[in-house]
């Protein structure tokens, strides 16, 4: 089975949506996270993809304290992200309670800090983000396109010991417009070690069942949720 994983991304405690991560075009949709991740518990839902937007631009946790709560009050399997730069911003985030978390930027910028933590915590505990646009790499908060090719860069972790990858196309994220699924087709069939977890343009269930015929991993659902073009009855038939 396909692994469903909403996400709830976090601006000054808030659960927010981003339009092709620009910042500028920010949503608020629920003041108490903590709510938003209940709604989900009491759908069967067992994951949640965290992002502290605030710490993706800080370089550093900033809602360490959104974490806490919803790993103290729900049962979620949480992964985090944004903003975890060092081995010490990781002992925060495990000890506020993530199951997981999401190597991001630092992923690309730098690789060797990233396959020590692979090495350390163990390629179940450390996601790598992929973020891509086009065939390549997105950096710089997504504003930038790399030289480095979007498989070349996971088959590269794969052989360092990684597992999983959330693959984002930041180039359809936020704008319920359909997921890359053709991309996300290609890489399960070059790479099939890779776990790859679909993230960015998903707004149906007929897009769940698209993917979920790939043999992705899993998929994030996050703007979708919110603006109710999926809804959590709905992702009930996915759930193990």
């Not at 994220?173 to 991309?183: A, F, V, Y």
């Not at 015929?213 to 919110?226: D, F, L, Q």
Request: charged share 20%.
């Amino acid at each position: 089975m396909m692994e469903i994983i909403p996400a709830i991304d976090l601006i000054g405690g808030q659960c927010v949506r981003l339009t092709e991560g620009d910042f500028a075009q920010q949503t608020t949709y629920d003041s108490n996270p903590l709510e938003v991740a209940k709604r989900f518990e009491a759908h069967g839902i067992k994951r949640l993809h965290l992002v502290d937007l605030d710490g993706a631009r800080a370089r550093k946790p900033v809602n360490l304290h959104v974490l806490e709560t919803i790993a103290a009050n729900t049962s979620l399997s949480i992964d985090f992200g944004g903003g975890l730069q060092s081995e010490e911003a990781l002992t925060q985030a495990f000890n506020a309670g993530a199951s997981q978390i999401t190597a991001g930027s630092i992923a690309v910028r730098e690789p060797e800090t990233v396959k020590n933590w692979l090495q350390q915590h163990g390629p179940d505990k450390i996601i790598v983000g992929a973020d891509f646009k086009g065939a390549n790499i997105a950096i710089s908060a997504w504003t930038e396109e790399s030289d480095y090719a979007l498989q070349d860069f996971i088959s590269d972790y794969v052989q360092t010991g990684a597992k999983l990858f959330i693959c984002t196309d930041v180039s359809k994220d936020g704008k319920l417009q359909g997921p890359s699924t053709e991309t996300y087709r290609h890489l399960k069939q070059t790479l099939p070690a890779a776990a790859i977890i679909a993230s960015g343009g998903v707004t149906t269930v007929a897009d769940l069942e698209e993917l979920q015929e790939i043999g992705v991993y899993g998929a994030i659902i996050g703007k979708a949720i919110y603006e109710g073009t999926i809804t959590l009855k709905d992702l009930e038939r996915f759930l193990c």
